[in-house]
């Protein structure tokens, strides 16, 4: 079983910056896929940016260029320039090539002035 744990959320203006950590129980970095996805007020949850066990990244396209994920004893998501619409709740998930994904209880972020 692998527990994740999100932190770095918080209430932050349009145009500001965030950066979420998702600690893991284990080193599991290096044999998971590692994602962030989030879920707005009355939306469903959507993907946002994935990085490989490998190392490599993908990201949804409403936040190329704005957000980073990374990973080194955390994986983490660096986001700049952050617009109300990014509000949500951001959470963690892992995910291994037999098809074993975990989630962590999310942390919340808001984008308002």
């Known amino acids: 079983q692998v527990q994740l744990e999100e932190s770095g959320g918080g209430l932050v203006q349009p145009g500001g910056t965030l950066r979420l950590a998702c600690s893991a129980s284990g080193s599991i970095f290096n044999f998971y896929d590692m994602s962030w996805y989030r879920q707005a007020p009355g939306k469903q949850r959507e993907w946002v940016a994935t990085?490989?066990?490998?190392g490599s990244t993908d990201y949804a396209e409403f936040v190329k260029g704005r957000f980073t994920i990374s990973k080194a004893n955390a994986v983490y998501l660096q986001m700049n320039d952050l617009k109300p619409e990014d509000t949500a709740v951001y959470y963690c998930?892992?995910?291994?090539?037999?098809?074993?994904?975990?989630w962590g209880q999310g942390t919340r972020v808001t984008v308002s002035s």
């Open positions: 998930n892992a995910k291994n090539l037999a098809g074993f994904s975990f």
């Open positions: 990085i490989a066990s490998g």
